[in-house]
């Protein structure tokens, strides 16, 4: 079997001299960014472990794999609970129409497109601004995580937090359905759905 050339498409983030390296017994080593060093130095002396022990003394998972190894997870999968389902399937309607008392799916008002999109996720919440204020659990600005519900404007307003600052909503007429910058104080109430 002759060698074999590794070719890539596409865009990789830059690797700095300090990338950290996955060193994979018989396949050789591997820069990875920065971001991951943590869980590479984990998974390297998990691997060293292993070797010298049969035995790995970090990250162990409480359920092994059948030779009652398993390697740490590298990159964990995010969960996708209904805020982050919601999130996604509003993020499908941005540059729907604004209309009043719309309730999609091609045209919302803010609460509509809450509503909506907590519905594609089997949440059903109420209809309007002020009662969804009340839905869910009382979350603090800086606690703010994508998908939890934004009540602004007096309670006249209803957005969803797509994070980074950012409130996906249906604002206005004439105004589609877009990201807008959120301020602390511009909350009335921030509302967590579990």
């Known amino acids: 079997m002759g060698a074999m050339a590794a070719t890539t498409t596409g865009a990789f983030p830059a690797i700095t001299a300090q990338a950290a390296s996955v060193d994979i017994p018989g396949i050789g080593k591997f820069d990875v960014p920065d971001d991951f060093a943590p869980q590479v130095q984990q998974f390297n002396q998990a691997v060293k472990d292993f070797q010298t022990n049969g035995i790995p003394q970090v990250g162990v998972n409480p359920s092994p794999g059948p030779n009652g190894f398993q390697l740490p997870e590298l990159f964990p999968q995010k969960q996708n609970g209904p805020a ?28 509509g497109l809450v509503q909506w999109a907590y519905k594609q996720a089997g949440v059903e919440l109420p ?68």
């Open 84 to 111: 982050q389902i919601a999130l996604q399937a509003a993020q499908t309607k941005v540059g729907a129409q604004y209309s009043w008392g719309a309730t999609g799916p091609f045209s919302f008002d803010c609460s």
């Open 127 to 194: 209809r309007t601004s002020f009662e969804q204020s009340h839905v869910g659990a009382p979350v603090a600005f800086e606690d703010l995580q994508p998908g939890d519900i934004v009540v602004t404007n007096g309670g006249g307003h209803v957005g969803m937090y797509a994070g980074d600052g950012k409130l996906l909503n249906a604002v206005q007429s004439g105004t589609p359905v877009s990201y807008t910058n959120l301020r602390p104080d511009m909350v009335v109430t921030a509302r967590r759905i579990a």
